[in-house]
């Protein structure tokens, strides 16, 4: 992976197993840990790599979190009728761990 | 001018209004059309016609001319209408014109030209000209449906947008978190254990269990927690005796205990934990009204040296004894005390109190028999110069006399003030005690909600006394206000006020609000039910919550 500096329009996300998925950088805005770590005035590798892992969260929870961050990031202007966000009832209690470690205003 | 409404008689429910005008044939389109004709007619040059508007002068003689002339924007339509002119009001040129043909009647449609029979549901042409046949007519039923729809979709919209605002939530996305505990808590039923997710989540989804009713018996056992010290339930309606039990037995460590709506707790509770917590410093009971005084008289006897903060609301079974147990075992450590809305306390047991020499923080609301200016001022003689709260909602046999001779003189340290619905009070009587108060600092929270007879005067001195320390500040009901008092409020730099009500004072309006939004920077949260004068034109800077505007749900 080349060290690549400046805003690029992907980041990605590494789940525990090794499952990597691509999002835009705006989506992972959404989490305040995600773009504290993002960020580009920081030192961190995660900031220079545009990279971040993730070793606590597994790869399903991990895309069930992805596909949050879009949905907030979609409907963030219109908050009026938007569509239920389906969350398994199994995945509830593990999402809710993870979810409060990506903080952040909104997630 | 009377109609043979011709057709069927069975019609569905219609208001007054609509079936005269229907009767009538009048319709709105048709008279606006007709209207803007006529100012294009008399706008264009056209020598012979004496076209007048000014309805009041039309003559037969006017009209019959207009008939004959040839004017070439008169159309074929507008001419069969003057015909059947007898049928309409002498009310106007405009209103004559447009004489509906009658149910019954054949008519040329105004779009395809062919032959139909009016009925009483035949719409209007467009361009308000004429009557469109059935088939026509039907082609825009599809259109106008879908304006409907969309304005019930509007009017739910702002009505989801005001209830979202009544609950004081954030009408944004909403965030992952709170929808996992949603669900958890939906299917609290079936989840056998919770893990591990932090005392804060705890704590949210314990209120959210309370607020769907889901704290129930068999759920109970997954927040309690050996090392659990600090518990809150605010609804614990649906658990009964031996699960309140539990928790004493579960969570022996507890040091804060609150318990609301416990209408199902008996005595054997009560006595369980004043052996079992042996930790316990602060208990909050509201609503537990099976317990008898005995039993609180062996609570007090037993654990009252430890107690640092007691809070009881809704009950009739606490009296004397009880409050003299209270005294008798709580006076070295008792700091916070609480009695609301306990009913069977008289003037003469609240004295007791004096004999709790430690008090920082006492609230004797809603219990207006108990609560005289005398009893009051000894009380604050005591340890007025120590309290830092006071709460006295509903006590309107208090007046200016306590103001002046028991909060001004005594109360030095005092914050929080809430004296809402005490109508004893008067204007000058309140201003009095906040006109240079020199030995307070300025209260953090203030409340007079519905204190009726207070007015300008009074909340102006409180504003000049308290500005740079107020964050809650209540005026609701207290009508006689003018804008005046507001726009010093404004003026004041008041920065860190953050939370304003004003419900029913008449003289606010979108002026005063938006300045207020503008000056106060850390505002957050504004209610401001039955003020008519706000409308929705109110420009309200980002960030601070309007709730109650009457625009928001009409």
Known sequence: MADMSGDREYVRLVSSDGFEYSILRSAAAVSGTLRGMLSQSSNFVEAKQNRVVLPNISGVLLEKVCEYLYYNLKHQNNPGNIPEFDVPPEMALELLVASDFLDGKHC | MSRNAGGSRVRGPNSALTEFLRERGIDANAIRHRYEETLQQQASASSDTVVTVSGSSATSRSRSREVETTVASSSRSRKRTKKKHEDSDDEGEVLARMARPRPGQIEFCAECQCRFTVTAYSKAARDGNGLLCHSCGSKYAQEEKQQKKTQISSRKRKKSIAAALLDKQEFAVPKLQDMCIKLIARYIEDVEMLGDIGDFNMEKIARILSRN??????????????????????????????????????????????????????????????????????????????????????????????????????????????????????????????????????????????????????????????????????????????????????????????????????????????????????????????????????????????????????????????????????????????????????????????????????????????????????????????????????????????????????
């Open chain 2, 213 to 554: 009713r889901s704290l129930k018996d068999n759920t109970l056992k997954l927040f309690l927690n050996p090392s659990i010290k600090r518990l809150h339930f605010w609804d614990c309606s649906n658990l009964c005796s031996d699960s309140l039990e539990l928790i004493g037995s579960y969570c022996p460590l507890v040091e804060s205990l609150t318990l609301s709506m416990c209408g199902q707790m008996t005595d054997k509770v009560i006595d369980y934990y004043s052996t079992n917590l042996r930790n316990l410093h602060s208990l909050t009971i509201n609503g537990g009204f099976l317990i008898t005084s005995g039993c609180w008289l062996r609570f007090f006897d037993a654990i009252g040296s430890q107690l640092n903060r007691f809070s009881l609301a809704n009950t009739l079974r606490f009296n004397r004894e009880s409050l003299e147990a209270i005294v008798r075992n709580c006076s070295g450590t008792l700091e916070e005390l609480s009695l609301s809305r306990v009913g069977s306390l008289k003037v003469e047991d609240i004295s007791l109190l004096l004999q709790l020499p430690r008090l920082t923080a006492l609230e004797l609301s809603y219990m207006r028999d108990a609560i005289t200016d005398d009893i009051m001022i000894d009380l604050l003689r005591t340890f007025g110069p120590q309290l830092v709260t006071l709460n006295l909602d509903d006590s309107g046999d208090l007046t200016d006399k306590f103001l002046l001779e028991g909060v001004r003189p005594h109360c030095g340290r005092l914050q929080n003030l809430s004296l809402a619905l005490c109508d004893g009070f008067t204007d000058i009587g309140v201003r009095d005690v906040f006109k240079d108060w020199e030995v307070n600092n300025g209260l953090i929270n203030a409340n007079f909600s519905r204190c009726v007879n207070v007015g300008d005067a009074g909340i102006q001195a409180l504003i000049d006394h308290s500005a740079k320390t107020l964050v809650v500040l209540n005026l609701n009901s207290i009508y006689k206000l003018t804008s005046a008092t507001f726009q010093l409020l404004a003026s004041s730099d008041c920065e860190f006020l953050s939370h304003l009500d004003f419900g029913f004072v008449h003289c606010v309006g979108d002026e005063e609000i938006e300045v207020l939004t503008e000056r106060c920077k850390s505002l957050q949260l504004i209610e401001a039910y039955g003020n008519i004068r706000i409308t929705e034109l109110a420009k309200i800077k980002r960030g601070v919550k309007v709730a109650g505007r009457q625009s928001d749900s009409l």
